[in-house]
């Protein structure tokens, strides 16, 4: 079983920034791919930013220069700066891994998320 802890999330007003941690804990070959979504009440669940293993990088367009996704690949946790928040940014974010498992599978584990609230 693999763990992923989020923490960093909370209650601020637009235009300041947070960062959100999300650390992978649990038995597993390695870890590929990783992400960060996020969903607002009444809203689907978007994805927001992903990282490849290699530290290829994609953004949700409504975030993009606003953002930054990295990774610990030693610490096995993926980050997520959030610059020049947004009442619109308000939303639980969730963070994912793609593990390769010591069995040959690949499987994705979910975290259980954050709340960010962006409110003056």
């Known amino acids: 079983q693999v763990q992923l802890a989020e923490s960093g999330g909370g209650l601020v007003q637009p235009g300041e920034s947070l960062r959100l941690s999300c650390a992978a804990s649990?038995?597993?070959?390695?870890?590929?791919?990783m992400a960060w979504h996020r969903q607002a009440p009444g809203k689907d669940r978007e994805l927001v930013a992903s990282?490849?293993?290699?530290?290829?990088?994609n953004y949700a367009d409504s975030v993009k220069g606003r953002f930054t996704i990295s990774r610990d690949n030693a610490k096995n946790t993926v980050y997520l700066q959030m610059n020049n928040l947004k009442p619109e940014d308000t939303a639980v974010y969730s963070c994912?891994?793609?593990?390769?498992?010591?069995?040959?599978?690949?499987?994705?584990?979910w975290g259980q998320g954050t709340q960010v609230t962006v409110s003056s």
């Open positions: 994912n891994a793609d593990t390769y498992t010591y069995e040959h599978l690949y499987y994705t584990y």
């Open positions: 649990g038995r597993f070959a390695s870890i590929n791919g």
């Open positions: 990282i490849s293993d290699s530290a290829g990088m």
